[in-house]
């Protein structure tokens, strides 16, 4: 049974705003002061779930956005994986916003030599994925983009040009997970956002398990 840790991470109105404010400089300062030090926290208190769901030891990474030099983040996260030094590589766990939403999901990035293998396996195994994954869960192959569709609307043809595109494509990428829109009152409540968080990780675990080599 995964353990519940009280948490009081929540998130307001003027959290969102932060992707609102003009300038790298000062949109980052903000996001430093007031989403940063939340996402760190959740990401401490969600990694032992998660440790206990993988059976690896799983550490939280929050995004620094070190690369920035003249465009402002449209978002932010907290990334969980089984690597003390960083996630990027690995398939792994978010949590983050963008200006309209928070979002939790599971993730392959593209510098992760991991997205070949969940190809493979999402081919071989697409029917449980479909039967898994929950109709409300959004798809995306672009992680600077807000955008996403519903599991619903995804079709056995739209995986297999999503496999293909994984296996072919170096800048591809893959995440599936929830939305929650910016005034969703959950946002408000601590424990009942940190059981939708936990419980997104583990409907998805399936997925995180099927992107690692079989042994």
Do not use: C
Not at 2 to 29: K, Y
Not at 55 to 78: Q, S
Not at 131 to 159: C, G, L, Q
């Amino acid at each position: 049974m995964i353990e519940r840790r009280i948490s009081d991470v929540t998130f307001s109105e003027a959290d969102f705003d932060v992707f609102t404010i003009p300038g790298l400089e000062p949109r980052m300062n903000a996001i430093i002061t007031t989403v940063r030090p939340k996402l760190t926290k959740l990401g401490e208190l969600i990694a032992p779930g998660l440790s206990l769901l993988t059976g690896d030891e799983i550490f939280p990474h929050v995004a620094k956005h070190a690369r920035r030099k003249v465009h402002a983040p449209n978002d932010t996260w907290v990334a969980w994986a089984a690597n003390k030094k960083g996630y990027k590589m690995l398939p792994h766990f978010q949590v983050g916003m963008f200006a309209t939403h928070l979002f939790a999901q599971f993730a392959i990035i593209y510098e992760s030599p991991h997205k070949a293998v969940f190809a493979e396996a999402l081919t071989a195994q697409l029917d449980q994925v479909i039967r898994i994954v929950p109709k409300t869960y959004r798809w995306s192959m672009d992680h600077m983009n807000p955008d996403s569709v519903p599991h619903a609307d995804m079709t056995k043809e739209s995986f297999t040009a999503m496999a293909a595109k994984l296996s072919s494509s170096k800048n591809s990428e893959v995440m599936v997970g929830i939305r929650l829109d910016r005034n969703d009152p959950v946002l408000q409540d601590a424990e009942k956002l940190y059981g939708i968080v936990l419980n997104t990780f583990e409907t998805l675990m399936p997925l995180y398990q099927m992107s690692f080599p079989s042994a």
